[in-house]
């Protein structure tokens, strides 16, 4: 979005984005990430981990990294991981260029990321790169809506709200992109995002896999 914009309205939107998110959270999106989020096994990269919405929701067992490229959202990440005491990793890099070998990873995670990603068919193909054969991709976004009405408002809104939400497009056709990806989507499920502006209602979460 450029430096001005990040250091101005960037930082103003990591400030206030958890408790803009606090009632949806509540109303029903935490427990859908702790559905998704169950499926993670092993070594856990959490890619766009954003301030932290995903802590604590992880499996016991899971080995979890997470990464950031937001220099305001690593912040907060960071205070969270401290005040948790948590054993997590945080890496700032972004989800484009991932700064760990190939097949280092057995599951990666994208939650509400994959709408804001510069680039989000590199950010997938770079999930597939860290990813162990079978590995698998875990994923809980909104998305592009099937309704025609729907999607048109998407669409003439897209950069007002991109403008207002720090990069986030609510046109994106993200299943599309896992569709394209070098992963093998396994399942998709569609609901809505609750307590948010239709052009962000239209949600779907899933499992895809690196073909072993």
Same mark, same amino acid.
């Given at each position: 979005?450029?430096?001005?914009?990040? @250091?101005?309205?960037? %930082? /103003?939107?990591?400030?206030?984005?958890?408790?803009?998110?606090?009632?949806?959270?509540?109303?029903?999106?935490?427990?859908?990430? #702790?559905? =998704?989020?169950?499926?993670?096994? *092993? %070594?856990?990269?959490?890619?766009?981990?954003?301030?932290?919405?995903?802590?604590?929701?992880?499996?016991?067992?899971?080995? /979890?990294?997470?990464?950031?490229?937001?220099? &305001?959202?690593?912040?907060?990440? %960071?205070? +969270?991981?401290?005040?948790?005491?948590?054993?997590?990793?945080? $890496?700032?890099?972004?989800?484009?260029?991932?700064?760990?070998?190939?097949?280092?990873?057995?599951?990666?995670?994208?939650?509400? $990321?994959?709408?804001? =990603?510069?680039?989000?068919?590199?950010? !997938?193909?770079?999930?597939?790169? $860290?990813? +162990?054969?079978?590995? %698998?991709?875990?994923?809980?976004? &909104? =998305?592009?809506?099937?309704?025609?009405? =729907? @999607?048109?408002?998407?669409?003439?809104?897209?950069?007002?709200?991109?403008?207002?939400?720090?990069?986030?497009?609510?046109? #994106?056709?993200? /299943?599309?992109?896992?569709?394209?990806?070098? !992963?093998?989507?396994?399942?998709?499920?569609?609901?809505?995002?609750?307590?948010?502006?239709?052009?962000? +209602?239209?949600?779907?979460? *899933? #499992?895809?896999?690196?073909?072993?």
């Amino acid at each position: 979005m450029g430096r001005i914009y990040d @250091a101005t309205w960037g %930082r /103003v939107f990591s400030a206030i984005y958890d408790p803009l998110l606090k009632g949806t959270e509540e109303a029903g999106l935490r427990e859908r990430r #702790r559905e =998704v989020l169950s499926e993670a096994r *092993g %070594r856990t990269i959490d890619i766009g981990a954003g301030t932290g919405a995903n802590l604590g929701l992880f499996p016991l067992e899971a080995e /979890v990294v997470m990464v950031e490229p937001d220099p &305001h959202m690593t912040k907060r990440l %960071r205070q +969270k991981l401290a005040e948790s005491g948590s054993k997590v990793e945080l $890496v700032e890099a972004g989800a484009e260029e991932l700064p760990f070998e190939d097949s280092s990873f057995d599951t990666a995670v994208f939650t509400l $990321v994959l709408c804001t =990603v510069p680039d989000p068919r590199a950010a !997938l193909a770079e999930a597939a790169r $860290v990813l +162990k054969p079978g590995g %698998r991709l875990l994923f809980l976004e &909104h =998305v592009r809506a099937e309704d025609p009405g =729907v @999607a048109r408002w998407q669409d003439r809104l897209e950069t007002p709200w991109r403008v207002f939400a720090d990069g986030c497009r609510c046109n #994106r056709d993200t /299943v599309a992109n896992i569709e394209a990806s070098p !992963l093998t989507l396994d399942t998709v499920k569609r609901g809505e995002l609750p307590k948010s502006p239709p052009i962000t +209602k239209p949600l779907a979460w *899933g #499992r895809a896999t690196l073909a072993s």
